[in-house]
């Protein structure tokens, strides 16, 4: 793809906000120590509080530094790196904003904008750059999740910020789709002839995806509250996951191609029903528990209050159509479980026939391959091998992992892992938008969400307790085992 003209100006909205200080201004500095932002690049940042522009320096310095932790700062990169920021208050919203920030833009002609802030500001924003006439042609938007609440919500904040920027203008974040093990699935699948013969229901069996946290809601829980872990993680980072597990190959790595067939297939998730929710969801939420050693309060004591919210989802999702008719996709999130995992296992079908008799018939287990995103990067194929030694009763067969460890095989003095945000913030300067989300993709994963959300509401669903620290309620278990499957705990 020829590169689209590269941004000259990022004008990060909610600068001093958590997201800005925890992952981007970390991400910008390392873009820049490995030479990836342009010479004349400038970070604008915004926010309503005054501050003088050495605090803000400061604040973005520290939380540089905790991210470069024992490495430290590389005071060279530093003075460049800072000689970029710039500060200034501003009500995003107004008109008087908009004008502080088309001042502070000068001269750049191909603005960036970063929107870090409470999605029912996306419009006022938009509307006020316009007026302010620093949304030409060349500028692009950028926009964090959650885009709605629910598909007519996502759709009217899509028309605001459609009214002003053009689609290919638009580029959403699902983060997710930043991690480098996330791309390493499209890699994996496409830059490989072994997988994709396989990769269909003739011979998969059903796929697992769980993406477990050991963090709780904590000071979140407002927004929690409201969104529950269903519209806050399934709804985008884990169909993302099911979508590049299950797409057809693209023609190329261009936008098009790999987001329609994202939109394939998420046009082709079964619709939930009532008995759906009976059977093929569980809701959670967690109480009082141990976690990693340390003892933790229960959700609603966090929130002060009882609350309908769920903080674990478990699904069993269904793709019809060619390639997946009548392989489950089993779906599964969690705050406060027993470790931080986010892991995609594909299930293969055992063999036709065993030609194995004795005790090596039982020893037979299906093939296996786990895809660990999540803290660990590592690939493995669980095949079976004959067990050494001998035996009067035949040969003893044994799983054993052909593994694919991402950390030793990239090992090094200067290896690092990148923040997710690094990958997408270089996308977007240089206006690439394969790793983003399309606004098609956004309402079709709604729709299916709202489906789901809807069954919930008319089988009167309501999130069942699990003890911080465990796997989730009882029915995650009953979820999977009542289709003969078992989740891959191990
Ligand atoms: C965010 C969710 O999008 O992703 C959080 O809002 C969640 O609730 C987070 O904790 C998980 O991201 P990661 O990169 O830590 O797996």
Not at 39 to 44: A, Q
Not at 60 to 72: F, L, S
Not at 189 to 197: G, Q, S, Y
Not at 296 to 323: C, H, K, M, Q
Request: aromatic share 8%.
């Amino acid at each position: 793809m020829p590169d689209a003209p590269r941004a000259d100006a990022l004008v990060l909205f909610g600068g001093t906000g958590d997201l800005a200080q925890r992952m981007l201004f970390p991400s910008l500095y390392f873009l820049d120590t490995d030479g990836f932002l342009p010479e004349d690049f400038r970070i604008i940042a915004t926010a309503r509080a005054p501050l003088e522009q050495d605090a803000f320096t400061d604040l973005v310095r520290d939380a540089v530094a905790e991210r470069t932790g024992q490495h430290g700062i590389d005071e060279e990169i530093w003075r460049r790196f800072a000689a970029r920021l710039e500060y200034h208050a501003a009500d995003a919203t107004s008109p008087e904003g908009a004008k502080v920030l088309k001042t502070a833009l000068g001269e750049a002609k191909r603005p960036l904008f970063y929107l870090a802030l409470s999605p029912s500001l996306y419009g006022p924003v938009c509307a006020a750059l316009a007026g302010a006439g620093v949304a030409g042609a060349e500028s692009r938007i950028v926009l964090e999740k959650p885009i709605g609440r629910d598909l007519a919500s996502s759709m009217s904040t899509n028309a605001a910020v459609g009214s002003v920027f053009s689609e290919d203008r638009i580029f959403r974040i699902d983060h997710y789709l930043g991690k480098e093990t996330v791309q390493n699935l499209m890699a994996l699948r496409f830059a490989n002839t072994l997988f994709e013969p396989l990769w269909n229901n003739l011979t998969i069996d059903h796929v697992q995806i769980t993406v477990a946290e050991t963090e709780g809601v904590g000071e979140r829980w407002p927004y929690y509250d409201e969104y529950g872990a269903l519209r806050d993680m399934v709804q985008n980072h884990m169909l993302q996951l099911l979508c590049l597990v299950a797409m057809e190959p693209p023609a190329d790595m261009e936008p098009a191609s790999v987001r329609n067939e994202k939109v394939k297939v998420l046009r082709s998730l079964r619709r939930f029903t009532r008995i759906d929710a009976e059977r093929n969801s569980v809701r959670g939420q967690y109480t009082q528990g141990v976690v990693e050693g340390r003892s933790v309060a229960g959700y609603e004591t966090e929130r002060g209050a009882p609350s309908g919210a769920e903080t674990f989802v478990a699904l069993r999702v269904d793709i019809d159509n060619w390639r997946w008719a009548g392989v489950p996709f089993f779906l599964r999130t969690g705050k406060r479980l027993p470790e931080r995992r986010t892991q995609i296992a594909i299930q293969f079908k055992g063999v036709p026939h065993s030609v194995f008799g004795g005790s090596a018939k039982a020893d037979l287990v299906a093939n296996r391959l786990i895809i660990d995103l999540q803290p660990d990067e590592d690939i493995e194929l669980l095949l079976m091998n004959k067990a050494p030694g001998l035996s009067r009763e035949g040969m003893r067969l044994q799983p054993l992992p052909l593994s694919l460890s991402l950390l030793k095989a990239y090992a090094g003095p200067n290896a690092r892992r990148r923040i997710a945000y690094e990958r997408l913030l270089l996308d977007v300067i240089h206006g690439n938008s394969t790793l983003f989300v399309r606004r098609d993709e956004v309402e079709q994963a709604w729709a299916w969400i709202d489906g789901v959300a809807e069954a919930w509401r008319e089988s009167g669903h309501t999130p069942r307790a699990y003890a911080a620290g465990s796997w989730g309620p009882a029915g995650a278990f009953a979820l999977t085992e009542r289709y003969g499957r078992a989740w891959n705990d191990d």
